[in-house]
């Protein structure tokens, strides 16, 4: 089995679910690295979308933002930021990456405030795009390392809605149906949401790791599905193309 990080796990593993022909709106980092190895193995007709406006680039190399002149590179549109989120509220977008300081156990985020709004402990940039992309977009994934500092029982401010507060209650705040929270990759495991409480639920495992380990490391009940599978780790043709292709230079997976 070749040696592999965390990152380039948690990339590998976001990769295999963006199947061919879907659309995703990305930003920088690891998203964006995950939607050009899914386009470089399995989904070469993926499309991706970033949030300033670049629509279906052709990416030479790693972006270093959004605005990157690389992210329009022999694009399909060269945009702006209306056009990207107005692709997503029109449906357009089938997958998102979205990140934050905390999440809860319905997928809501916070990428505002640690503490109280007017007097914080830690101010952060604020939602950006992320709020239009979790709203719209069909399936949300995050990619993050665990800990209990970051997956907490209550986010401190709500700036990305994910299932609000379970049940039919995203869709009772006038959210469309049939969006929301899809998949949560972490360093430790893979989870998902029940269809019908949308509590957040352990799948799958990763190398190294035991249920024990992903609760431990969560600030709130983790549930868990009754067909448990172990992370499938990354294979020499996803390391080779993740590490030669997509990010030669390490900056995202660190090698």
Known sequence: MPEYNTMELMISVAARELENGATCGVGTGAPCAAAML?????????MILFEA???NPELPEMPISVGDTRTSYRASMAGSMSDAMGFCSRGFVDYTFLGGAQIDMYGNLNSTVIGDHARPKVRFPGSGGANDFASFCWRIMVMTPQDTKRFVEKVDF??????LDGGDTREQAGLPPGTGPYKIITDMAVMDFEPESKRMRIISVNPGYSVNDVQDNCGFELRVAEKLSD???PGEEELRVLREEVDPYGYVIGR
């Open 158 to 163: 709500l700036t990305t809605p994910g299932w």
């Open 53 to 55: 406006g670049g629509i």
């Open 38 to 46: 899914a386009q470089k193995t399995g989904a070469p007709d993926l």
């Open 231 to 233: 992370t499938k780790p």
